[in-house]
């Protein structure tokens, strides 16, 4: 009666359907659930609305791969990720390497992998938005004086290490700031107690599934 598209990266499907024909639209999602994938009816829109949301879909995949709630996951990040885990990969394995029907399927699961760690990337820091955390310059100027120390690194060097690695700066800093923030806000809410290394590690999967359950994210780019 319809068209399915299924989005495995964010664990949803969209089923089109003539509701002159399906009048109960919830049977839909139990007829899933019978055959073996638990399914709940999340939304339902109107063909006028589907269009309207459409069309806003394509104006923001000029600039975005995805969005999180109200956070876009920027087509810039996802280009500064790309294009350093590919060059990695040439120096290993050389300039043709993802020339090949082979490489060109590594190029696939990498363009996958990077999206879906960047749209968790965005779960976690809407987390933030929502708890209202933040951190100071001062907390993350010396958070990179302690990282640039462990790696016996100066800032310029650093700056040239990145730079030699089409790796922008401006971008790693945000990210390195995001990530502190992450840190602390995981410190002071979610590992609370005194807790071992797998207590952690499991209290902050636990963590990270229900804020993705909660999230609305919505994939503009149907090949990753």
Do not use: C
Request: proline share 2%.
């Amino acid at each position: 009666t319809g068209d399915v598209d299924v989005n495995l990266a964010a664990n949803t499907a969209a089923v089109m359907v003539d509701q002159t024909v399906v009048t109960d639209i919830a049977v839909i999602a139990k007829a899933i659930t019978e055959s073996g994938y638990p399914a709940r009816l999340k939304t339902v829109v109107s063909s006028r609305e589907l269009q309207r949301r459409m069309r806003r879909q394509a104006m923001q995949s000029q600039s975005a791969i995805a969005t999180v709630g109200q956070r876009e996951v920027q087509r810039t990040d996802f280009e500064i990720e790309l294009g350093h885990a590919r060059a990695r990969y040439e120096q290993i394995y050389g300039p043709d390497t993802f020339n090949t029907p082979r490489g060109r399927q590594l190029d696939d699961r990498l363009q996958a992998q990077i999206a879906r760690r960047l749209v968790d990337d965005t779960i976690k820091f809407q987390e933030l938005d929502r708890a209202g955390f933040t951190v100071n310059d001062a907390t993350v100027a010396k958070a990179l004086d302690t990282y640039l120390e462990e790696r016996k690194l100066k800032r310029g060097q650093l700056r040239r290490d990145l730079d030699a690695n089409d790796y922008p700066y401006d971008y790693f800093y945000r990210k390195f700031s995001q990530r502190v923030a992450l840190q602390k806000y995981l410190e002071k809410t979610i590992f609370v107690e005194s807790l071992d290394a797998d207590s952690q590690q499991q209290r902050y999967a636990d963590w990270l599934a229900n804020a993705r359950a909660l999230a609305d994210v919505v994939y503009y780019d149907k090949r990753i």
